[in-house]
């Protein structure tokens, strides 16, 4: 579904990824893992076209969309979600969702738009709740589902998640981990995460990345990483429970 080659980034004179190679297949969930600063954020946002490369390729579905503009990115089938939880603070939950369907001519058509609210319902039933509510009213973690439910509106096969447990309590991130797992199981939706919480990237993910100074240092099945000694020293301190 995703693969990335030679992948480079550079802000002026700052390298922040080098040379990177990845791939996500259809109905997969892979975590890139590192501290602030190690370059997470920079692959996900060139991967979704929004920060330019320096070298490298991007590949989706078999197309090269190494050239391609962040619009075009999206109407060939990959969403973002930001770091930050960016709702529309001042429209309804319901408006925020059909926002989603914007950049996809089809999809804003009436009954393919309610469709894919109901959808989103389906996996999220907090957010069926509170259609009507202002999203800047929401909690965070509503917010977090908010936005994820936005993405998915436009029915994207790649899904590209920008620290997604950030400042959320720890039974919305199980919430929101187990949607995502169902979204990958059972829909094929190939996801990439970038995640500084180690045990939450290893608990959520098939298979993880671990970044440093803008290089994979590490890379292996999850299963294997939450006991891989390196991993546990710089990051954890001690093993990773399934589940935990």
Known sequence: MLEVVGLEVRYGAVQAVLGLDLKVAAGEIVV???????????VV??????????????????ANITQVAAPDRVRQGLAL??????????????????????????RRRSVTRQAAVARVVGLFPRLGERMGQMAGTLSGGEQ?????????MGG????????????????????????LKRLAKEEGVAVLVAEQNAVVGLNLADRGYVLQNGRVVLHRPCADLRHD???????????????R
């Open 144 to 152: 977090q589902m908010l936005v994820i439910g936005r993405a998915l």
């Open 45 to 62: 946002n060139a991967v979704a076209g929004l920060v330019p490369q320096a070298a490298g390729a991007v590949r989706l579905g078999g």
């Open 32 to 42: 890139l893992i590192g501290a602030n600063g190690a370059g997470k954020s920079s």
């Open 229 to 243: 000694s390196d991993l546990l020293r710089l990051y954890l301190g001690g093993p990773v429970e399934a589940g």
């Open 81 to 106: 979600v930001i770091e930050g939880r960016g709702v529309f603070a001042d429209m309804t939950v319901h408006e925020n969702l059909e926002l989603g369907t914007y950049a996809h001519a089809q």
């Open 156 to 179: 994207p096969s790649l899904l590209l998640l920008d620290e997604p447990s950030l400042g959320l309590a720890p039974l919305i991130v199980e919430e929101i981990s187990s949607t």
